[in-house]
């Protein structure tokens, strides 16, 4: 009884101690302009990217194409974004749920479904959407690490 008491006290000591050690790891110093990783300092993760095809018109659709360099054969990857920019999700274009998906192929796209303009008899002007790459678990974030896209009237 006593030796399973142990022994359970033990594995609990030894769980907050890698916690413990990968908390540190994590919130240690800055890497300077090396991409953004999460992870094990020593092993080499995959690159993520985003570009943006170009600006799309209202009723239109518009892209913004991931890639991952080197592919991850046989696997896929969730990528971390976030949104910004002078248009408005739900008044400009549909809003936009991260994670991004990277399927085997090395590329994944976000599409940008337009929404007809509720200001158009006021005000006929284009509107940003920018799109961040942040760091998530199995990549690095690398350069280009955010796009931009105008809605155009």
Avoid: C, W
């Avoid at 302009?33 to 518009?62: A, C, E, L, M, Y």
């Avoid at 080197?70 to 696997?75: H, N, Q, S, T, V």
């Avoid at 303009?117 to 678990?137: H, K, M, N, W």
Wanted: proline share 8%.
């Amino acid at each position: 009884m006593k030796t399973k008491i142990i022994s359970k006290i033990l594995l609990t000591l030894a769980l907050v101690f890698v916690l413990g050690s990968a908390i540190t790891d994590l919130h240690g110093g800055t890497q300077g302009s090396s991409p953004s990783v999460i992870g094990p300092p020593d092993q080499q993760f995959p690159v993520v990217t985003i570009h943006s095809t170009d600006n799309v018109t209202r009723g239109k659709i518009g892209t913004f194409v991931l890639s991952v360099n080197p592919k991850i054969l046989l696997a896929t990857t969730f990528v971390n974004f976030s949104v910004s920019g002078t248009a408005i999700p739900g008044v400009d274009y549909t809003p936009l749920v991260s994670p991004a998906f990277i399927g085997q192929s090395g590329f994944g796209a976000l599409l940008v479904k337009t929404l007809p303009d509720p200001r158009a008899s006021f005000v006929r002007q284009a509107y940003s959407v920018v799109i961040t790459l942040e760091p998530g678990l199995g990549y690095a974030v690398g350069e280009p690490s955010s796009a931009e896209m105008f809605i155009k009237p």
